[in-house]
């Protein structure tokens, strides 16, 4: 079956501590986001890539970072810089968007917390 | 930047009866789409609905858009317990030249058996 796979579903950070999570589709799709969660809110937007080697900063940007060396992988590292990393953070895939948006497909997110 | 704003904020209704969502946005869109998320997972799209399109129906979701009110409503008819779930609505960012969308804050709804 396609899907995103997101890894681990639950992560806790340490002060001072970089963590990465993890985000693999198989959907074959070019462009992938993420995308940060507080309770009772909507989705903001961190990063977004389009194509291979070449990724965005979305509106919440700052104390993240991302990778994308491989269509099918789109990791996210929360640096020690994000002072409120507790949220769940969700990664979503679509078809290029080329002007106009597509229908996104999510996986089921990662709940990191601070120990 | 434009964000689409669910209303009501919750919705509790029994088994049987029909939900109604609405969402309102504040500039010119390409399209708008719904999701529903179930508590602790990620969100699943629903239907989308281009400006051009006033009406769109999908099993038992009906969505309709007004551009001239920048507002769109998602019926859900016959509710079931598996309904429950939130609903966002997410509109194009900056008029879709980048293609991202911007989510609301989402209508949580309870279908009681």
């Known amino acids: 079956d396609g899907g995103i796979t997101q890894s681990p579903k639950y992560l806790f950070r340490k002060e001072g501590q970089n963590v990465t999570l993890s985000c693999e589709q198989n959907?074959?799709?070019?462009?992938m986001y993420w995308y940060r969660q507080d309770p009772g809110q909507g989705l903001r937007l961190i990063y977004y890539?389009?194509?291979?080697?070449?990724?965005q900063k979305g509106d919440i940007a700052e104390g993240y970072s991302v990778s994308r060396e491989k269509k099918e992988s789109f990791p996210l590292t929360v640096t020690s810089a994000q002072k409120n990393p507790t949220a769940f953070y969700l990664c979503?895939?679509?078809?290029?968007?080329?002007?106009?948006?597509?229908?996104?497909?999510f996986g089921d997110g990662t709940r990191l917390s601070i120990l | 930047s434009q964000q689409g704003e669910e209303d009501p904020q919750a919705l509790s209704i029994q088994e049987g009866e029909n939900a109604t969502m609405n969402c309102s946005y504040k500039?010119?869109?390409?399209?708008l789409q719904w999701y529903r998320q179930n508590s602790g997972r990620g969100l699943v799209h629903l239907i989308l609905?281009?400006?051009?399109?006033r009406e769109k129906h999908s099993g038992r979701l009906r969505v309709t858009l007004d551009t001239s009110k920048k507002s769109s409503s998602l019926l859900i008819t016959a509710s079931r317990a598996a309904d429950t779930a939130s609903y966002f609505c997410?509109?194009?960012?900056?008029?879709?030249?980048?293609?991202?969308?911007?989510f609301g804050k989402g209508t949580k709804l309870s279908v009681k058996p």
């Open positions: 890539s389009q194509i291979v080697n070449d990724f």
């Open positions: 500039t010119s869109i390409n399209n």
């Open positions: 609905i281009r400006s051009n399109e």
């Open positions: 979503a895939s679509s078809i290029v968007p080329s002007g106009i948006s597509q229908p996104q497909h």
């Open positions: 959907l074959n799709h070019d462009a």
């Open positions: 997410a509109t194009d960012a900056d008029g879709g030249s980048q293609g991202n969308l911007i």
